[in-house]
Antibody, heavy 113, light 110 residues
Framework: EVQLLESGGGLVQPGGSLRLSCAAS????????MSWARQAPGKGLEWVST???????YDADSVKGRFTISRDNSKNTLYLQMDSLRAADTATYYC???????WGQGTLVTVSS | QAGLTQPPSVSKGLRQTATLTCTGN????????AAWLQQHQGHPPKLVSY???NRPSGISERFSASRSGNTASLTITGLQPEDEADYYC???????????FGGGTKLTVL
């Protein structure tokens, strides 16, 4: 059974940083592209970033230069380093496997002073 | 990045058929097809269809997807109360090198 468990969310001040983690199990992590998506309270889904098995990275314009996706295949873990956070980044952040085939439960990031 | 276009809401009666639409362009829906996600309130999204009409295991045969040009559709037959949810479409945009999502359709089963 595929399991994705996000962690690292919380309350942070504008301009601050957070690092999200997504621990994966139940599949061969290194063989799949992984993505982060987010959902602001009461809003729709928004793609954030994707990392392929090759290590190639694609970022949404809204986070380019501020967020960095990475993966550690030895630890079966996906990361999202978030810097220069803004109030507009407040959302539940989900990690997802492949082309949205499986999702974690999400972790809430709140950016507020 | 420009998103895909979905109607905000659709309402249908119990046991009726609902068809949800998702319009993009030749770089996304018209090229790669679309995935469809179901999200119940307070829960993460769940994939119900990918690349036009492939259903993940465990998804009811009542869910079927199709594409015509730059518009993808998700048809749900024999509507049940548990089908009431938000539905999102998503596609890879080869021109933007980005995933794009629709704004979501809230399906109400009357």
């Amino acid at each position: 059974e595929v399991q994705l468990l996000e962690s690292g969310g919380g309350l942070v001040q504008p301009g601050g940083s957070l690092r999200l983690s997504c621990a994966a199990s139940g599949f061969t992590f290194s063989s799949y592209a992984m993505s982060w998506a987010r959902q602001a309270p009461g809003k729709g889904l928004e793609w954030v970033s994707t990392i392929l098995t090759s290590g190639a990275i694609y970022d949404a314009d809204s986070v380019k230069g501020r967020f960095t996706i990475s993966r550690d295949n030895s630890k079966n873990t996906l990361y999202l380093q978030m810097d220069s956070l803004r109030a507009a980044d407040t959302a539940t952040y989900y990690c997802a496997k492949d082309w949205w085939s499986d999702w974690g439960q999400g972790t809430l990031v709140t950016v507020s002073s | 990045q420009a998103g895909l276009t979905q109607p905000p809401s659709v309402s249908k009666g119990l046991r009726q058929t609902a068809t949800l639409t998702c319009t993009g362009n030749s770089n996304n829906v018209g090229n790669q097809g679309a995935a469809w996600l179901q999200q119940h309130q307070g829960h993460p999204p769940k994939l119900v269809s990918y690349t036009n009409d492939n259903r993940p295991s465990g998804i009811s045969e009542r869910f079927s997807a199709s594409r015509s040009g730059n518009t993808a559709s998700l048809t749900i037959t024999g509507l049940q109360p548990e089908d009431e949810a938000d539905y999102y479409c998503s596609a890879w945009d080869s021109g933007l090198s980005a995933w794009v999502f629709g704004g979501g359709t809230k399906l109400t089963v009357l």
